[in-house]
């Protein structure tokens, strides 16, 4: 998935006492784009925010099985950084898997420390029966030149996921609420070292491009998910995301009896969801940034698909949906 923390203080609470470490992960050897993501991580606070009225409609499901065999194949392509063999059998793999859905291929080409690079995000659009939009969107691309790296949790399990939300909206033949439009990013990773202007070229592309159009006066809230495949899933509350909707996700996750894998640490972390907060846009970035002790499967060969669950991919995919369901009600 995306890049996160060169350094952060993790704090957790237990029965009451506070136990912080400072931790500094380095890039990976001989890896130039395995930059960090700030992120400041501090004790750890509920969401707040009142629960919404309860309502009779069924709760989303998400095929567990299904989401973990997309992510399996996908990671099988080997690394997905641009100009790849990997990155052009995603493409494909995409396409054909959204054949027949109302698809649209944003390409565009990406000015670089490594020049010029031509990069695609593809967007999959499920209308609703409100005017609206809510975005769910992921990375696919992997570490720039890195041949070691497979990203099963950092790219894959946003990919593969997406692809059985959209499998589960296909399957709606009316659905009530906002439109889902699912986003598929490319070039989230630094191409060299993370900074502002070398990351997230997907994301800032599409913010600004959305912006220029119109339509980012109709989306209701993006929805990020990033690093969620960990078999041991503990979702991290950002504090660079919209804190209504950070609550909001609070409580589809309660509603769903999911709570206990959400905001036991907070952070603040720079992904894809910044570009669109910066225009306004309501953002939530799901991530779980402690992924191995110390972190220690980040950006490492070791980030492979034996150190990930289809129940994490569930239980991030429902609440995804669930808090797209509940989005109206909060007007």
């Known amino acids: 998935m995306a890049q996160i923390a060169r350094s952060f203080i993790l704090c957790l609470t237990v029965l009451g006492l506070s136990s912080c470490a400072q931790k500094s992960p380095a890039p990976s050897a001989g890896s130039a784009a395995a930059a960090a993501k700030p992120a400041a991580l501090t004790e750890a606070t509920p969401a707040g925010g009142e629960m919404l009225p309860g309502d009779s409609a069924p709760p989303p499901h998400i095929d567990a099985a299904k989401a973990m065999e997309y992510v399996r194949q996908v990671v099988n392509f080997g690394p997905r950084y641009i100009n790849s063999p990997g990155h052009r059998k995603t493409e494909e793999f995409l396409r054909a898997r959204l054949k027949g859905d109302d698809v649209e291929e944003d390409s565009f080409t990406a000015s670089t420390p490594a020049g010029n690079l031509p990069m695609i995000n593809f967007i999959a659009k499920f209308p609703g029966s409100e005017k609206g939009i809510v975005v769910l969107a992921g990375h696919y691309d992997t570490l720039y030149g890195r041949k070691d790296f497979v990203g099963a949790n950092d790219g894959g399990s946003d990919t593969g996921l997406l692809l059985e939300i959209a499998d589960y909206l296909r399957a709606q033949k009316k659905r009530p609420g906002y439109s889902v439009w699912l986003v598929w990013f490319d070039g ?142 909060h007007k």
């Open 188 to 329: 989230e990773e630094a191409i060299q070292q993370w900074s502002d202007s070398d990351s997230v070229y997907g994301s800032r592309h599409l913010a600004q491009k959305w912006q220029k159009d119109g339509t980012a006066k109709e989306i209701k809230a993006f929805l990020l998910a990033d690093m969620t495949g960990d078999k041991d899933l503990d979702i991290d509350r950002d504090q660079n995301s919209t804190p209504w909707l950070e609550d909001l996700v609070g409580q589809a996750a309660t509603r769903l009896g999911y709570q206990s894998h959400f905001f036991q640490r907070v952070g603040g972390f720079e992904d894809d969801h910044l570009p669109f907060s910066r225009i306004g846009v309501p953002v939530a970035d799901l991530i779980d940034f402690s992924y191995g002790y110390n972190n220690v499967f980040w950006h490492s060969p070791q980030d492979t698909l034996d150190k990930l669950s289809p129940q994490s991919l569930e239980i991030t995919g429902e609440v995804m949906l669930e808090a797209a369901r509940l989005l109206p009600a």
